[in-house]
């Protein structure tokens, strides 16, 4: 499997700029491509966030192509060097990349060895499912099927209970527990800063903060990085082509 992912929980941490605490990683998994096309299609101004993300990504030394801009989606999809899929509204996202028939696309540039990479949003669809996203579904999608590109679910921005916090609402805890009631899957709750790199049948746990595993009728399994973690979620692979 030829699969190259940067999955990124957020695009901003506290202290940094966009995208700032994953340069290192961007810079490796992107090395060799000389520019990037950009997915904006998670936030309503495309261009604004195009200008955003071409910042961040000229100052590492990419250039970068903004999918809004081009004439044919498939065929920029088709020509990429590499891909980078903004955060924002995960059900917006992938209803623009349904109306725009590029599921199957991604795929099979992935499989082909296209690095993909994504924060938040960006992140969910490379889900099995956007079913462990934080978002409110603004819009409907034909489906909450996403790209598939891992076989494990995530849930970006995972947040723990606070410490003496008298809100007696459900946590995000409760939340994949109940996702848990119903689905098999493992779910990775990704931290602010933590990233996972997928090379392959590979996945690994970086960036500055750790994830939290569940499994169906298991405890949760906390991690800290650097640590492999293809022996708690199963491995990386469920590609379709």
Avoid: W
């Avoid at 506290?14 to 992107?30: N, V």
């Amino acid at each position: 499997m030829a699969r190259r992912l940067l999955l990124i929980s957020t695009s901003t941490v506290f202290g940094t700029r966009y995208l700032e605490h994953a340069f290192p990683d961007l810079r490796e998994i992107l090395d060799g491509v000389g520019r990037v096309l950009f997915i904006p299609h998670a936030l309503k101004d495309h261009a604004g966030y195009a200008a955003k993300a071409r910042g961040a990504f000229e100052e590492i030394g990419f250039g970068l192509d903004s999918l809004h801009e081009a004439g044919d989606a498939a065929r920029a999809v088709d020509n990429a060097g590499a891909v980078f899929c903004g955060g924002g509204n995960t059900f917006r996202l992938l209803e623009s990349l349904y109306r725009m028939e590029l599921l199957p696309v991604l795929r099979r540039r992935v499989s082909e060895g296209m690095p993909y990479t994504g924060a938040s949003a960006g992140l969910n669809i490379a889900c099995p499912t956007i079913r462990t996203t934080n978002d409110m579904p603004i819009v409907e999608p034909p489906s909450l099927d996403a790209l598939a590109l891992v076989s494990f679910q995530i849930n970006p921005h995972y947040l723990d209970p606070a410490s003496g916090s008298m809100h007696m609402g459900e946590t995000r805890e409760t939340r994949i527990r109940e996702f848990h009631e119903e689905n098999d899957v493992p779910v990775v709750g990704l931290r602010e800063g933590a990233i996972l790199r997928v090379e392959g049948e590979s996945v690994e746990l970086r960036g500055r903060a750790g994830a939290r595993i569940f499994r169906q009728g298991q405890e949760p399994v906390d991690v800290m990085p650097i640590a492999s973690i293809g022996g708690f979620v199963g491995g990386g692979a469920t590609l379709r082509a």
